[in-house]
Every structure is written in structure tokens, then in C-alpha cells.
């Protein structure tokens, strides 16, 4: 029996490899070859991303003045704060004219003679007592006729005090928008 003779040649089938062929890498090459971003970082990708939250918030504003449930922060959501909001935004409210009063009462009080300021500043506070006064009265009716709306047991936390805190906010500036007119007061 002849033992094969070793040739110079690495490629014949009849010499087996040792090893896998190649060196092995250093832990530092391991690592480097590994590494990746977690987000990718091209200039498309992050102009990509921009513009598709620039869409989500505009979807979401639009659908929060609007009105719909699933774009609503969780103290808007509900059928019984809806009818709050429509209820409010039907009617007038002395409270919805204090900023603007304010507004009038600094403008005032920039005249140089005293007297002006004065009688501004009684008139604003007597405005603030008639308007805190409004929205105590709103208060109380508005908890008496959602419970009979949707039943004294059924009835949900804070609505008196919601519908006081939008009918201190000017109409136009209220979020969600005011879906009925003024007078169209909910069934």
C-alpha cells in the first residue's frame, strides 16, 4: 500500500484544511463589523420620519378640533363631555369676556390720571364676581340636567367644574372647536 506523497498544492481534495482557512478576527474587528446604527441615520431617513409626523400631528390637531373621540386628550373624551361642550358653547357666558376686559382695564390704567385706573380696576373685580357667579349657577345646571339626561348613577366626575373652566375661555380659542351654534342647545 503506497502512502500518498504531500503536494505542494493546497487545492487537491486529498490534503484536508485545518482550521477554517483564515485567521481569526480580534475581538476589536468582531465589534466593529457588528456595529451598526440603531436608527438610520441618512439624510432620507430622517427627512422620511419628518415629514410623516409632521402628517400624524396635523391629522391629530385637525381631528382634536374637530372633535373626534380618538384624537381627544383623556378629559375630552366621553359622550357626557361632549354634551358639556355642545351645552357651553350654545349659550352666553359673562366668563368669556373677562381676558377681554382685562385687556380693556390695562389699557386704561396706562391713562396718567389715577381716577381711570381706579374705577377700572372696581369695575374688573365687580365683572369677576358677576362671571365666578355665572359659572357657579352653569355649574349646577349643567350636573342637573346630565343626570337626567344620562342618570344620577351614571354621572362622571368634574363635569361642573369643566363646564366652568370652557366658559372662561373665549369661544374662538376653545379646543375642541365649538361644533353647535350659539342658541342650538343639546337635547
Known amino acids: 500500500m503506497a502512502t500518498p506523497t ?8 486529498e490534503t484536508p484544511v485545518v482550521g477554517k482557512g483564515r485567521a481569526t478576527p480580534s475581538r476589536a474587528e468582531q465589534e466593529a463589523a457588528r456595529r451598526r446604527p440603531l436608527v438610520a441615520n441618512t439624510k432620507e431617513a430622517r427627512a422620511a420620519a419628518k415629514v410623516q409626523m409632521r402628517e400624524q400631528r396635523e391629522r391629530a390637531q385637525a381631528g382634536m378640533a374637530a ?3 380618538k384624537y381627544l386628550p383623556p378629559r ?6 361632549r354634551w358639556v361642550r355642545d351645552y357651553v358653547d350654545a349659550g352666553w357666558h359673562l ?7 382685562m385687556v380693556v382695564v390695562i389699557l386704561v390704567s396706562l391713562v396718567p ?8 380696576f ?4 365687580g365683572f369677576i364676581i358677576l362671571a365666578v357667579l355665572d359659572m357657579v349657577i352653569l355649574s349646577g345646571r349643567v350636573k342637573k340636567k346630565v343626570a337626567e339626561k344620562f342618570g344620577k348613577d351614571r354621572l362622571e366626575k368634574g363635569l361642573g367644574w369643566y363646564a366652568a373652566m370652557r366658559s372662561l375661555q373665549m369661544r374662538f380659542m376653545r379646543l375642541p372647536k365649538p361644533q353647535v351654534k350659539r342658541g342650538q342647545y343639546p337635547a
Do not use: H, I
Not at 504531500?6 to 481534495?13: M, Q
Not at 390720571?113 to 377700572?120: E, L, R
Open 113 to 120: 390720571d389715577p381716577t381711570f385706573s381706579f374705577y377700572a
Open 76 to 81: 375630552d373624551k366621553g359622550p357626557q363631555r
Open 6 to 13: 504531500p503536494s505542494t498544492n493546497d487545492e487537491s481534495p
Open 95 to 101: 366668563s368669556e369676556w373677562v381676558m377681554a376686559l
Open 122 to 125: 372696581v369695575g374688573l373685580w
Open 67 to 69: 372633535g373626534e373621540d
